[in-house]
């Protein structure tokens, strides 16, 4: 879903787990499917660790622990392995997630969810290691991320951190705006471009 982004403050879902792989955020099964429909692959992000095979909930899986909610969620190293698909970018932002903060994404998936209005915030370990710590201790704890200044925080503590993100992608997101909307932004400067050489 298309959304201009600046500062999301909110409460966190963590998901201390390294190397969470595309097939394990959305299972190869559900690529087959004829939508792209956000609902359908949210309600089956993470599929096989939310539900058993009778399709009831798992009680012990953090998407459906009440303690636990918000658009941002914080994943283990290594986010976003294995297979290139981008259906794993539309469950997350399907589900709702509008950040995901990892200390380090597949290249792949992180221009993935850049690509589906989800910001990949990359942080050092000491950072991820914190926020997984206060949220232990306080689930209803909030970061603040501010894509402007490019900073996160940890408002249980007040620490924070710089991250990077391609200056492209940074002025899309805060605009709103897909690749293609870019380039219809850029209609007039095109034009007056090629009417200019020629």
């Known amino acids: 879903m298309k959304q201009k982004f600046d500062i999301i403050e909110s409460t966190c879902v963590p998901l201390p787990l390294e190397n969470v792989d595309t097939d394990q955020i959305i299972p190869a099964r559900f690529l087959k499917a004829v939508t792209r429909d956000e609902k359908f692959f949210g309600d089956n992000l993470f599929r096989d660790w939310r539900y058993d095979s009778e399709g009831n909930l798992k009680k012990e899986f953090v998407l459906n622990n009440p303690l636990y909610g918000g658009v941002i969620l914080v994943a283990g190293r290594n986010f976003g392995s294995g297979s290139s698909r981008e259906h794993a970018a539309w469950a997350i932002a399907g589900y ?45 704890m909030k970061v603040k991320v501010d894509l402007q200044n490019e ?19 940074k002025y899309c ?11 219809l932004s850029k209609k007039d400067d095109i034009e007056k471009y090629e009417n200019d050489k020629n």
């Open 96 to 140: 709702g997630f509008r950040v995901v903060i990892s200390s380090f994404f597949a290249d792949i998936h992180k221009n993935n969810e850049l690509n589906n209005f989800v910001l990949p915030v990359e942080v050092s370990e000491d950072f991820l290691k914190e926020l997984f710590s206060s949220i232990e201790k306080d689930p209803a």
């Open 173 to 183: 997101l805060l605009n709103g705006l897909d690749d293609i909307d870019y380039l």
């Open 151 to 169: 900073t996160v925080t940890n408002l249980a503590t007040g620490s924070s951190e710089h991250f990077k993100i391609n200056a492209y992608k």
